[in-house]
């Protein structure tokens, strides 16, 4: 896996800090296969209303690039956010999430067609939302342990 750090400025962390955590979470969420295939861009930005974001680059359909943008001013730590957005890395290159080009805010979730709501009522209620909420504590918890 081919991973990027930008703006790294505006945080405590180390390019390679995030350049590790990233690969790490990869490795317990997807196949070494797929993971190698990917490229992740991670990013800062200090001006997000959220922790952070997920989109893909290249293909909509089973996309292999990744751009990931980080709020480090948010009040989550930015490596349980980066786990977060991990997750959604693996649900895209899964082809368990994909956006329907043609259906603006609507998503297609492991074969169903589903609104998309980017914040607010309903949004940690999405099936590829609460995957992401629900692995990315224990995630975060094995690299404090890995990392330690």
């Known amino acids: 896996m081919r991973v990027y750090v930008k703006n790294i400025k505006v945080t405590d962390l180390r390019k390679n800090d995030v350049t590790r955590a990233a690969r790490f979470f990869a490795a317990q969420i997807m196949t070494k296969r797929l993971a190698e295939t990917l490229t992740i861009n991670v990013k ?30 948010h ?13 959604h890395v693996k649900q895209y290159a899964r082809g368990e999430l994909r956006d329907l080009i ?8 492991k074969g169903a067609r589903k609104d998309h709501v980017n914040h607010g009522d309903g ?9 992401a909420y629900s692995l990315e504590h224990e995630l975060y918890r094995e690299w404090i342990l890995f990392d330690v």
């Open 44 to 73: 800062f930005d200090d001006d997000m209303d959220f922790a952070g974001l997920c989109t893909w680059v290249d293909d909509w359909n089973r996309p292999k690039e990744f751009e990931i943008t980080l709020n480090p001013n």
């Open 75 to 87: 009040n989550e730590p930015l490596l349980l956010s980066l786990a977060h957005e991990m997750v």
């Open 102 to 109: 043609s259906k603006p805010g609507q998503v297609n979730w």
């Open 123 to 131: 949004y940690r209620d999405q099936p590829w939302e609460e995957e």
